[in-house]
């Protein structure tokens, strides 16, 4: 059987009204709402061989049609028209890596932050994963009479504050030379010989060896807590707007698998099947995807780069009738914001 050109532009039909209304379509329906220049009688029959490829099902005996997983596919790898971003959606972009590109956390914060705002569903960003993280400077700062503030500045921007508590918390000149003293033993040894303690061992019997023995720990935890990726989500509770799930059972297994930090990593990573002809975006759609808990859900994803060797992930996670034309286009933009922005600062023009 052909899938001829009568045939896509009625599967067409089918899909673009099926995103905007999540109501089964009919025959007649189609005939009144789109000029295809055909009978309601012609329109069932096309209907009917396209049900008999797999490209739509009809949930019911009595109800119209909706698109099968196998139709979706079609429709993004051959029939997607993308919408324009408005100029206000572009500033907004621009300006959500603009004014947090100094600090890595935030920006990814931010990110999935603005697509979950514009796309209305959920929304997966992932951290990037240097190749080695080193300290830039440790900075050891008074808080108040029983605690100091620890601040560990790493070399991909990234800022990490700890607080420590003390008997009674030394002054600033005090603090200073502390810093001092973390700062040489950074450059002088290695972090195996700074977990052992043998790097800074002679200062530990000093009036403030335990103090520095406690900066040197924390110091250690952020480097540890750095290598690690992490994975921000946003607008997880969009999911329920969706009639798709407003089965709770059926809800709650999102929300379970987007709570989940190692399967959201797993869920970004290429080996999850994810396919497509769109350049860098990449899809899976429902039963595409390998868990079993998001079988009713699509998953649009795309790489940024992050200095020459690491790359983190964006996703947006919706519905399989999700707004393909739109999310598609807003992906696009704000992981070309990320590159250029962080291509400028690798080149020292930033």
Do not use: W
Request: proline share 3%; glycine share 4%; charged share 25%.
């Amino acid at each position: 059987m052909i899938l001829n050109e009568r045939k896509i532009k009625i599967l067409e039909a089918i899909i673009n009204d099926y995103i905007a209304t999540a109501e089964p379509i009919g025959s007649r329906t189609i005939a009144k709402k789109y000029d295809l220049g055909i009978s309601s009688a012609t329109i069932r029959n096309e209907m009917s061989d396209l049900e008999e490829l797999g490209f739509i099902i009809q949930p019911h005996t009595s109800s119209g049609r909706v698109p099968s997983d196998r139709g979706y596919r079609l429709y993004v790898d051959r029939l997607l028209h993308f919408r324009k971003l408005t100029q206000q959606e572009t500033d907004f972009l621009r300006n959500t890596v603009a004014e947090n590109i100094n600090h890595i956390e935030y920006l990814m914060r931010q990110t999935a932050k603005a697509l979950s705002v514009l796309t209305n569903y959920a929304t997966v960003v992932s951290e990037p994963k240097p190749q080695e993280v080193k300290i830039k400077h440790v900075q050891v700062i008074p808080f108040d009479e029983t605690s100091v503030i620890i601040v560990v500045v790493m070399d991909n921007k990234s800022v990490k504050n700890n607080v420590i508590k003390v008997e009674r918390a030394p002054d600033f000149d005090i603090l200073n030379q502390i810093s001092n003293i973390v700062n040489q033993t950074l450059r002088e040894f290695s972090l195996e010989q700074i977990i052992s303690k043998e790097a800074y061992a002679d200062f530990l019997n000093s009036p403030y060896g335990k103090l520095i023995d406690d900066v040197f720990i924390s110091v250690i935890k952020t480097v540890r807590d750095e290598r690690e990726m992490r994975v921000y989500t946003s607008g997880v509770n969009n999911i329920l707007d969706f009639p798709e799930f407003s089965d709770i059972d059926k809800a709650k297994n999102v929300f379970k698998i987007l709570e989940e930090k190692d399967m959201l990593i797993d869920i970004l990573d290429d080996s999850n099947g994810f396919r497509g002809n769109l350049g860098d975006i990449k899809i899976l759609i429902g039963n595409e995807n390998s868990f079993e808990q998001l079988k009713d859900c699509s998953i649009i994803k795309t790489d940024y780069k992050y200095g020459d060797n690491s790359y983190g992930s964006i996703g947006i996670i919706g519905p399989t009738r999700m707004n393909y034309a739109q999310v598609i286009p807003v992906l696009n933009s704000i992981v070309n914001n990320i590159n250029d922005v962080i291509k400028a600062l690798s080149d020292g023009k930033g």
